[in-house]
């Protein structure tokens, strides 16, 4: 089975999905790119300023959607670069409507979360929590994961879309 688009954005489901009632639950695993690892990765990107609020509302829709191992993956989306010029190709292809981006060295991150090639190229998807593995407080996690995002840059590739806010 090929790796597909992650769903629709909420706003655009029906609303008995928005609210999580009778809503599908995918297994990660079957969206899992194979022949990548978090090894290879340079930069992952991710769009927006965030906070640790915004982080949990994101993980929770996520576990609303999907499982990983068989348990309720808790996960966040960034997506890969692995050059100047492939910063500059996720920024206007997939976060173009961002007016500001934070990116992490994917080392950095793999060090804290579990990263995992999901869905199509470039996008990754980043596990709060390992299925079965040690548990870190989620607070500690939020903490250290803002801490190596590093600092909120202006997207060079930002092109204003009037249909949705950020």
Avoid: C
Wanted: glycine share 6%; net charge positive.
């Amino acid at each position: 089975m090929s790796p597909r688009a992650p769903r629709s954005p909420r706003s655009t489901q029906p609303e008995d999905v928005r609210k999580g009632e009778d809503a599908q639950v995918d297994r990660l695993e079957d969206v899992l790119r194979a022949g990548e690892s978090s090894d290879d990765l340079v930069l992952l990107l991710r769009g927006g300023e965030d906070t640790s609020a915004k982080l949990l509302r994101q993980a929770a829709l996520f576990e609303r959607r999907y499982t990983y191992g068989s348990q309720p993956a808790r996960g966040i989306s960034l997506f890969a670069a692995n050059s100047a010029s492939g910063v500059l190709a996720v920024l206007e292809s997939k976060l173009r409507t961002y007016p500001k981006y934070r990116r992490v060295a994917g080392a950095e991150l793999a060090q804290i979360a579990v990263l995992l090639p999901t869905f199509q190229a470039p996008h990754w998807t980043v596990l709060l929590q390992p299925p079965g593995g040690a548990r870190r407080p989620e607070e500690e996690l939020l903490s250290d994961l803002l801490d190596i995002l590093g600092p909120v840059l202006e997207n060079p590739r930002y092109v204003p879309d009037r249909s949705r806010r950020r």
